[in-house]
């Protein structure tokens, strides 16, 4: 009898070993996989931030202190930018302080310009370091006939952007804000899906409001939504939407001044979760121990399924 027990028991251990060797990789997997946010440092009174370390940094996951793994400021930078081509054609007069902008990009930062038409991003300029190239291809907007909806730009954008979540990519657009496929009302269906497909690359997006071509973008209510949803947005994805009012900004280059000064402040933070068999998406906020300073970042960042 006693040896019949002890053979049933060096049974059942051999299974249970079999099937705790089998888990492990599983597991180990789980436990390291490694997750990329974008954060960009900001200072009151919009002046040059200090330069943060890790130990000025408090993260949290869902609430929850979450050690990080790695920070480091930002160097290369893919910079997409995405000019609606229903915009009223005197955003043209832009283009100078556009221009400046593009040139006083650092060498690491590579731009794109693409045109947003018909639910697409269409190329007029790859990326490149030539700053003063990707300058040549903007353009006068061709009009009433690109009315539709610009978060399907967005999303065929975001999933065309070079580089990987463990670099810095950007998306700067320039539009009314203004779903004319879906009617915007009360607020773009897409708007969602953008975000998190923004959030799922850990892409920044970026947006300056201007109106377009259509009558219906000079309505004030209609106007004011389609600036909550960029401002929704940018907010989302870790960025901000600039506007004036409901009219057209006399000039971009406060914006994009500010816009250089974030761009020159990002820092990328790496952390360890587990997104589970299927992945999903986390509640995170990057706290600043710094006086007079604090942080922008995603309002969710995306766990990967583990491998």
Do not use: C
């Not at 599983?26 to 890790?54: G, W, Y």
């Not at 003063?132 to 975001?158: C, E, H, M, N, W």
Request: glycine share 6%; aromatic share 10%.
């Amino acid at each position: 009898m006693s040896r019949r027990i002890r053979i049933g028991s060096l049974i059942f251990l051999s299974g249970a070993l079999a099937f705790a060797l089998a888990l492990s990789p599983a597991i180990a997997a789980a436990e390291t996989e490694s997750v990329t946010l974008t954060v960009t440092a900001v200072a009151k009174k919009d002046v040059n931030p200090p330069a943060v370390s890790r130990n000025d940094v408090q993260f949290f996951q869902n609430k929850e202190r979450t050690q990080i793994a790695d920070w480091r400021h930002g160097e290369r930078l893919y910079l997409a930018v995405l000019i609606d081509d229903s915009l009223n054609s005197t955003v043209a007069n832009q283009w100078r302080d556009l221009k400046d902008f593009f040139n006083a990009q650092p060498p690491t930062t590579y731009i794109s310009v693409f045109y947003a038409r018909n639910g697409s991003a269409m190329l007029a300029q790859d990326f490149t370091n030539d700053h003063a190239l990707a300058a040549k291809a903007l353009r006068l907007p061709i009009g009433p006939g690109a009315l539709t909806s610009p978060y399907f730009a967005v999303q065929d954008l975001t999933k065309r952007l070079p580089g990987t979540p463990r670099d810095r990519r950007s998306v700067l657009l320039i539009s009314s804000g203004i779903d004319y496929f879906h009617g915007n009302f009360p607020t773009s269906p897409d708007l969602d899906t953008t975000i998190e497909q923004a959030q799922k690359r850990n892409i920044n997006v970026w947006s300056i409001y201007y109106p377009d071509t259509s009558g219906r973008s000079r309505r004030f209510f209609l106007a004011t939504r389609a600036q909550s949803d960029l401002t929704r947005l940018a907010e989302g994805t870790g960025a901000e939407s600039y506007y004036l009012g409901t009219t057209a900004p006399v000039t971009f280059k406060p914006y994009l001044d500010k816009l250089a000064t974030h761009l020159r402040n990002q820092y990328l933070l790496t952390f360890k979760s587990s997104g589970g068999a299927k992945g999903r998406f986390a509640r995170v906020k990057v706290a600043a121990e710094l006086p007079n300073s604090k942080f922008m970042s995603a309002s969710e960042a995306y766990l990967p399924a583990a491998n």
